[in-house]
DNA sequence: GCATTAGTTGACTGGTCGGACAAATACAAA
DNA sequence: TTTGTATTTGTCCGACCAGTCAACTAATGC
């Protein structure tokens, strides 16, 4: 966690960001997000205007994290397409076991859950959780397009793919944490090969 | 929705079951669920012990109905195994598109959204969800042993793939719900024969 | 020094939440 | 008709909700 000493501001965001992960937004409250963050309520208020409005910016910024510690380091590697989206589905599993080891409980996508629980609800939560699905999809379609170029899949649209290859880990992760059972996401790896080829 | 005037115990479920699924569980409260179903406070607590055990109730309820009235007909009929799939998403599609269209909501699938808002707050309410997320697989997994028995797929794990076409499933249904857009889901055939076959 | 601003505090609001409950009523069986 | 039970009603509750606000303090620029 490290909590970043620096600044209420960032403090705020980044207990919203593990908050919001664990209890969802509904389920989240300002006074425990407050108290959590060590501030009292006013200034909470001082830097969002509202509940939603942290909740947009908590989106944007475990993105942020979640592409520098996850997406980059794996992407940026000059492994196959292939490969590199099974180290994805190993680097998922383990953030996923680590959870359920210390706390019991198998979480899930934190931008899937909130934005089935708030597509219908706040827009600009909704957009948000959009425009990070996206940015999923695009590295998962460089993937595909590396894997092409290997000859490793046939040729095709490989940003329909990339859709498909995603939908199916966010179904995944939502079976797995519905059974509290890591192997239902852990072992998508024949179907996700399977799709990149479709 | 008929209302099947018959008792409030039944329309006090046929409401949660409607309520649920465009509100969700923390943004349905009793008070407004009662008044819907035009029903006071203290009925619905001498039905049901708790919030949480009247969704509980309606999964259960709303898979009877889903079973009956999707389910049923379409892996009752006499195609093969992969018709079927595909009768599958065009009849969800059609249903999410009267949703989308009557009330400008993409609601996804009742069960899935439900066992992620609650699979780590109400331990009933995700075995419900678990216990309906196996049927489902049960009906996809009946299908893939037909189209394997046709030859329309190779064999092996019909059940594994059974669970990963769910998967994608419910992953498409989600992405669909936050882009607001039907044809994330729609567009999934090529990819659930994919599956089917891996 | 002095003024302006940025940040912080704690007390407060009106509303809603899930749930409790005693009293009233409807309906059985005897 | 009486007795027991199932259902319904309206009222009440303490806890919590998101959000407000005026007062206070710390930092900054001149």
């Known amino acids: 966690m490290a909590d970043a000493e620096r600044g209420t501001h960032e ?9 919001l992960w664990e209890r969802s937004y509904q389920g989240t409250s300002v006074d425990e997000l407050c108290r959590k963050a060590g501030i009292r309520k006013g200034s909470f208020y001082h830097f969002f205007r509202s509940k939603a409005d942290l909740a947009a910016a908590a989106i944007d910024a475990a993105w942020r ?6 997406f980059a380091p794996i992407f940026g590697s000059d492994e ?12 998922v599993d383990e953030i996923q076991g680590a959870n359920l080891k210390s706390r019991g409980l198998y979480l899930g ?14 827009e600009a939560i909704r957009q948000a959780v959009q425009r990070v699905f996206a940015r999923h999809c695009d590295y998962i379609e460089a993937a595909l397009q590396r894997a092409g170029e290997d000859r490793d899949i046939p040729p095709g649209d490989m940003h329909r793919r990339a859709e498909q290859v ?27 090969r399977a799709v990149a080829a479709a």
Chains 1, 2 share one sequence.
């Open 11 to 19: 403090r705020l965001l980044n207990t919203a960001v593990h908050l």
């Open 65 to 70: 994290h979640t592409e520098q510690a996850v």
């Open 80 to 91: 196959g397409g292939m490969a590199q989206l099974e180290r994805l589905i190993d680097r």
């Open 109 to 122: 996508c934190p931008f899937g859950n909130l934005g089935q629980e708030m597509a219908n609800v706040d």
């Open 166 to 192: 995603f939908a199916l880990f966010e179904g995944a992760l939502l079976m797995a944490k519905v059974a509290k059972d890591p192997a239902l996401f852990r072992g998508i790896a024949a179907s996700v």
